[in-house]
Every structure is written in structure tokens, then in C-alpha cells.
């Protein structure tokens, strides 16, 4: 990017900075970060669910104040789950699962203060890195995907169903991927794109545009979310921190290294589709213990480690908006959310993103400023508040939660069939999830199916029926080789040969170097 | 959960070869000639032959876990169904698909939800409690959470943001 277009774009971001600066914006960024701090903070509440409910209330917002509110929920969400993890010991949105290891353990040596204070600083700064990134590789990933044609969008596609469903299952990789083949099934009901021919609708009309993504991701996130707290015994209470919970800048400058190798390893994380923040946040806390100088206090309430996971997961969400805005391919399962909200929004995210509205993209960037420097306020201001929602008996709160299910189905086309769909897909996800089967590939799959389904007939129709084309062209071949790679690498045979080989090798370097 | 797995495998490798049939009797459509490899079935049946594989291997690997021994006896069915937590569960599916499914569009959107709020409230805390003055202050509080929840969030959705509720 040379000087001149690096000003262009900093007078854009800058432009949608002083945009949002009215009173109305600010009031929408106000009450959407807390409601998204609240909605993380409870267990049983995710980030995605948050979003997914929150968007019914945006349908009649002009779209640039409804996705502020969606990112501002979504930033808070993300962020607000550590105080669980940290208080008593149950990660508020899976995202914050890393986070407990250490947070957890600061608190009961009577550190529950710092400790928030050192997840409100790696949240704020891993967001600012995620930024930065969205900032810049955006614009030149939307740039190149123009490039892009069926044939490699039928391999993104396949891509991050693969890898989505490889990452979120680790233990079990193919219950990922079945997860996301149904995704993709899920979407083949309903009008296709090419002939219009009415598939698996049976003659019903409601099925003629497919499932709708809302219903179903309210479902598979909210009804079966309902579901499984209802199933467990409450949580413990949570107790006030004695100690300061305002973020201490010696924590930062003693590990400002951490912080930017896990802000750097969560947006990477981010931009893979359907990788979410929880692996984010893992992999990040499992790099800063690799490298850490103090690696015995990890687990045992390691301030570098809390630091990480909460940099980490942050991270992630503005490097999960990376491909959902240039690619419509979205980068984690909340992000996939925000992706059917821009469309139900009349926004056209993809490819041709820097063409049709790059001023867009700055827009987003500049949300996610906001939504950051609102979740450092209230990291500050908010620790009583808090502890008072945790109070709330899950008995009382999940009723509710399950009506603004209902509501948020039934209010995008006022349709009952919707909210039998949201029924359907909860259900569904409970079974599944209990299976361990993780969530994030299958709706991963709903939104890419159409992709996959247009671009696969008409590359083939391009070439007709050649598949040289699908293998040898340079980003197909680098997205094949990657797919396959993954498949492979997990089945046991072929990773236990390749250990050995890998050690053969080594054992003999280490011989020719002797 | 290799005999989940391996009744899973199962259902798969049945619902797989119902998508393949399927996407075969789809049409090929060549009264407006088009492309053989443009069909509509196509995609279809490519995810159903994936989703074969992945249902063989499936339960192929339960097998050899020996997940197919699978004998319920009814002892096990009904500490199954005592559980605590099963049976926390099957009321809160009974309730919510009932308000969800039948008590939205018979009753009027905000005495449904009232109710609705009322039953899952009352009947969950109601064992917490064994005396009679503890358990009308619940009754009492479910009245109030019902109503003011219900008020609020028809107020807030039809009048502040605009959203038609059921």
C-alpha cells in the first residue's frame, strides 16, 4: 500500500470515527457493550446466542447503527465471560474457557481484582491488534479475492468446513466435519440458485427460500443453550473482589511480547473460518506457556497466561470479521451471525466489498474501536452490577432467554413455521452437542452450502466436466493441499507413520551433526 | 459413546443413501438443456456420499470400540428417567415447545408469555421450598417476574424497536 492510499484509508477510518460521534450512536454503543458484557458474563448466555437474539432488535435500525450494536454486543460478550471464568470458575461464553486456568486461581489468592484488570487490559489490546489487522488486510484480501473465481470459492468453501470442523473437534475431527456436511446439506433445502428447482421442499411453501439462518442459529445456539443449563445444577455464587480491578500498566509493559504474539495468533485464528474465539484463546495461552520464563506458574495463577488467553480470544473477533466482510465466509460462529445480519441489513459483504462500499469496511473498524474503548470503561466501572445479574437464578432467566428465542425467530419474516424451525435446530444441536459434535462448522455450513453449491456447477460447467482446473490453479492448489493435509494428518495411521519418519530424520541429522 | 457412536453411524449411513436417492430422482432437466454436470442434484448427492463415508467409518470404528452392545434394561431406562437432571431437562423441552409451539398465536402474545414465564418459574423452584410460607413467596415472585417480564418485552419490541411479536 503506498503513502496516498494509506492516508485515503486513514481519512476513512477516521471519517466513520467522527460518523458515529452522535448522541444516538453513543447511546446505541452504550447499552449494546452492556448488554453484551451481561449476556457473556452469564453462563448459559454466548456471544453468539447474544447476537443472534440482539438482532431482532436491529430490524428496523438504519444499518450502520444495527451493526454497531451487533459488534458492540459481541466485543462485550467476548470480553464479559472472563469475569465468570475468573469468579467462580465457569468460563461465561466458551471463549473464556483458557481464561479460568489462571484467572480462577488469582482469585482465590484473593487477586480477583487484578485479575480482571489484567483481562480488561488483554481483551482492550487484543482487540486493538485484531483491529489493526482488520484495518489493513481487509481491504488488500478484498482486493485480491476479486481474483477469485468457482473454482476457488468451491475449495474456500470446502476449506473451512474442513478445517473449522478439524479445529473445533481436535479429539475427534470427524464429528466436525460431519457436523459441517450437514451444515452444508441443511442448505441445499429450498430454491437453488442456478435452475430454481424446489429441492427437499415437498411441496412446502415455507421451505421454498431454505431454512432461514436466524431461526436456525437461534436454535442450535439459544433453545439448545436453554436446554443444556436447565439439565446441570446452578452454579456457585459469585463473591466481590477485595482489590483494585483497574488494569495495571506494569502488567502490560512485562508482557507486552505475550500480548502481541497472542493478538497476532488470534486474529490469524480469526481469519480461518469457523475457528472461534475458544481456540483462539487456547492456542494462545498454550504458545505463551511455550515460551514463558515462568512456565510452573501456569495453571497456578499465572498473570502471563490469564494476559494470553484473554488477548487471544479478544483478538479473534476482529479477525474473524476479516473474511465475513470480504470473502462472506465467516471467521468464527458469532461472526457468522453478524455476516446474516448484514445481509438482512441490504449490506453486500464479499468480494466486491472495496468496490461497492469500501467506506464500509472503515465503518466496521471504527465499531469495533468504539466497542473496544467501551468495554475498557466498563472493565473499570462495572464489578458490583455485575455480580448481581450472576446472581440471578437460572430458573428465572431461562425462561426469558427462551422467549426472546421464540420472538427472534418468529419477528425476521413473521412466520410460525420459523419458530418451529428454531424448536427443530435446538433440539437437534443439544443431541448433537452432547455428542460432541461442535456447533461452529454446522452453521459454517448453512452459510457456505450456497457457495459451494453454485460454484461447483459452474466450474464444472466452465470447464465442462475438466477438474484439472480445480486442482492446479495456484490458490486451488494451496487450499486442496491444506484440506487433504488435515484429513490425513488425523487419521492415526498416517500420523503415528509420519512421527516416526519425522524422528528417523531427526535422529539421523542429529548423527551427520555429531 | 461408542454405542452413541455407533447408533449415530447408523442413522447416518441410512439418512445418506436417502439424500443419494433423493438427488437421483431429482431432474436432470433437458428439456432446457442444460448442462448435465449444472443439474440440481449434483451437490446433493456429492454431501450425501461424503456424509456415507464419514457415517461408515463411523461405525466401523464403534464396532471395534464394541459399541455395538447395546442392551437397555429397564432398571437402566428408569434411572435414566430419574435422573435429576433428565428429568430438569424433559420439562423444560415440554414447557418451552409448549409455549413456543401452541400457546403463541391461541393466546394473546403477552398473556402466553406471561403464563408461560409463570409455569417454568413456579415449577422449578417449587420442590426448593418445603414450607408453605416459602413457597407462596415464590409463587408470589413468579407472578411479578411473569408480568413485568411479559409488560416489557412487548413494550420494548413493538414500541421501542418496531418488531411484530407473534
Known amino acids: 500500500m503506498n503513502m496516498a492510499g494509506l492516508i485515503d484509508n486513514l481519512s476513512r477510518f477516521l471519517g466513520a470515527i467522527g460518523g458515529f460521534l452522535t448522541p444516538m450512536a453513543l447511546f446505541h454503543m452504550a447499552w449494546a457493550t452492556l448488554l453484551g458484557i451481561v449476556i457473556g458474563a452469564l453462563p448459559g448466555l454466548t456471544a453468539t446466542m447474544g447476537i443472534a437474539l440482539i438482532t431482532t432488535l436491529t430490524y428496523k435500525l438504519p444499518p450502520d447503527l444495527a451493526i454497531l450494536v451487533l459488534i458492540c454486543v459481541y466485543v462485550g460478550a467476548i470480553y464479559g465471560g472472563s469475569r465468570t471464568a475468573i469468579l467462580i470458575n465457569i ?199 511455550r515460551k514463558s520464563k515462568e512456565r510452573e506458574k501456569f495453571g497456578k495463577g499465572s ?59 472503515y465503518q466496521v473498524v471504527a465499531m469495533v474501536f468504539f466497542a473496544t474503548l467501551a468495554i475498557f470503561f466498563y472493565g473499570v466501572v462495572l464489578s458490583k452490577l455485575l455480580l448481581k445479574v450472576l446472581a440471578i437464578p437460572k430458573t428465572r432467566l431461562m425462561p426469558i432467554v427462551f422467549v426472546l428465542c421464540a420472538v427472534g425467530s418468529y419477528a425476521i419474516t413473521n412466520r410460525t413455521f420459523d419458530i418451529w424451525v428454531m424448536i427443530g435446530f435446538g433440539i437437534l444441536g443439544y443431541i448433537l452437542r452432547e455428542m460432541k459434535y461442535p456447533m461452529a462448522p454446522l452453521v459454517l455450513g448453512i452459510i457456505l452450502g450456497d457457495l459451494m453449491d453454485k ?60 | 459413546m461408542p454405542r452413541a457412536d455407533f447408533i449415530t453411524g447408523l442413522v447416518l449411513i441410512l439418512f445418506s443413501f436417502y439424500v443419494i436417492i433423493e438427488s437421483w430422482r431429482m431432474p436432470r432437466l433437458e428439456h432446457l438443456k442444460i448442462h448435465p454436470l449444472s443439474v440440481p442434484g449434483i451437490v446433493p448427492a456429492f454431501i450425501g456420499g461424503v456424509l456415507l463415508i464419514f457415517g461408515l467409518i463411523l461405525t466401523l470404528r464403534s464396532i471395534k470400540r ?82 413485568i417480564s411479559s409488560v416489557a418485552i412487548t413494550l420494548v419490541f413493538e414500541r421501542l424497536f418496531l418488531v411484530t411479536l407473534p
Open chain 1, 91 to 289: 468460563p461465561g461464553t466458551p471463549a473464556n474457557a483458557a481464561t479460568t486456568l489462571d484467572g480462577f486461581p488469582l482469585a482465590m489468592q484473593g487477586l480477583a481484582g487484578r485479575a480482571m484488570g489484567v483481562a480488561t487490559s488483554g481483551s482492550v489490546l487484543g482487540s486493538f491488534i485484531g483491529m489493526f489487522f482488520l484495518a489493513t488486510i481487509a481491504p488488500l484480501l478484498g482486493n485480491y479475492a476479486l481474483k477469485f473465481q468457482s473454482f476457488e470459492f468451491f475449495w474456500l468453501s470446502i476449506f473451512g468446513i474442513v478445517i473449522s470442523g478439524h479445529l473445533t473437534a481436535l479429539e475427534d475431527p470427524i464429528k466436525g466435519w460431519i457436523s459441517g456436511f450437514l451444515g452444508l446439506l441443511v442448505a441445499m433445502v429450498g430454491q437453488e440458485g442456478i435452475h430454481a428447482y424446489e429441492r427437499f421442499t415437498y411441496g412446502t411453501t415455507e421451505l421454498l427460500g431454505g431454512f432461514s439462518l436466524i431461526p436456525a442459529m437461534v436454535g442450535a445456539f439459544g433453545f439448545a443453550e436453554v436446554l443444556s443449563v436447565m439439565r446441570h445444577p446452578p452454579a456457585k455464587m459469585a463473591e466481590a473482589p477485595r482489590d483494585s480491578v483497574f488494569p495495571r500498566v506494569r502488567d502490560v509493559l512485562q508482557y507486552w511480547r505475550t500480548i502481541i504474539r497472542s493478538g497476532l495468533i488470534g486474529t490469524l485464528i480469526g481469519i480461518i473460518p469457523g475457528v472461534g474465539e475458544d481456540i483462539g484463546a487456547w492456542v494462545s495461552y498454550a504458545a505463551a506457556r
Open chain 1, 303 to 361: 498473570i502471563e497466561g490469564l494476559m494470553a488467553a484473554e488477548t487471544g480470544n479478544n483478538a479473534v473477533v476482529p479477525g474473524a470479521i476479516i473474511p465475513a466482510l470480504t470473502l462472506a465466509i465467516p471467521g468464527s460462529a458469532p461472526a457468522a451471525v453478524l455476516l446474516a445480519a448484514m445481509f438482512i441489513h441490504g449490506l453486500r459483504p464479499g468480494p466486491l466489498i472495496m468496490v461497492e462500499s469500501p467506506q464500509f469496511v
Open chain 1, 455 to 514: 460454484n461447483l456447477r459452474r466450474g464444472l460447467v466452465l470447464t465442462d466436466g475438466d477438474l484439472t482446473p480445480f486442482f492446479t490453479r495456484p490458490i486451488c492448489f494451496v487450499l486442496w493441499v491444506i484440506t487433504f493435509s488435515s484429513i490425513l494428518l488425523s487419521i492415526p495411521p498416517i500420523r503415528h507413520a509420519l512421527k516416526e519418519t519425522f524422528s528417523i530424520i531427526q535422529t539421523r541429522l542429529r548423527r551427520i551433526r555429531k
Open chain 2, 66 to 147: 464394541k459399541g455395538y452392545r447395546i442392551k437397555i434394561t429397564a432398571k437402566e431406562l428408569r434411572q435414566l428417567l430419574n435422573h435429576p437432571g433428565n428429568q430438569r431437562l424433559l420439562l423444560t423441552a415440554i414447557l418451552s415447545i409448549g409455549y413456543a409451539g401452541f400457546l403463541i398465536g391461541n393466546l394473546s402474545y403477552g398473556l402466553a408469555t406471561g403464563l408461560f414465564i409463570f409455569l417454568f418459574i413456579t415449577l422449578f423452584e417449587w420442590k426448593q421450598e418445603t414450607m408453605l410460607k416459602q413457597r407462596t413467596k415464590r409463587l408470589i415472585m413468579a407472578i411479578i417476574i411473569a408480568v
